[in-house]
Nanobody
């Protein structure tokens, strides 16, 4: 079955940088949108950044100018470069990929298990 796996999280000081990766694997026929979400304790899950297959991007206002999403369609992978990190960026970061496996169901959203990002001195 389809798997979506994130990596790259960790502990970083305020002002630091991290690069997250998310790779989709399995019986994939085509991937449409891919995106990064985050969820902090006691808060709702929110969209951080998304990218269409063609490279059009969308960012949450809180990360504009600091985070950059990119993708490698040949590798079914999406990245999130996070710079100038703040304590408010602390959260579990989850990847979502809109994937068609070739079935008549069409595209479905698949989630990874998440990777923890902690920004603290």
């Amino acid at each position: 079955q389809v798997q979506v796996v994130e990596s790259g999280g960790g502990l970083v000081q305020p002002g630091g940088s991290l690069r997250l990766s998310c790779a989709a694997s399995g019986p994939i026929f085509h991937i449409n949108d891919m995106g990064w979400y985050r969820q902090a304790p006691g808060k709702q899950r929110e969209l951080v950044a998304s990218s269409t297959r063609g490279g059009s991007t969308n960012y949450a206002d809180s990360v504009k100018g600091r985070f950059t999403i990119s993708r490698d369609n040949a590798k079914n992978t999406v990245y999130l470069q996070m710079n100038s990190l703040k304590p408010d960026d602390t959260a579990v970061y989850l990847c979502n990929a809109n994937i068609w496996t070739g079935s008549r169901d069409g595209y479905n959203g698949y989630w990874g298990q998440g990777t923890q990002v902690t920004v603290s001195s």
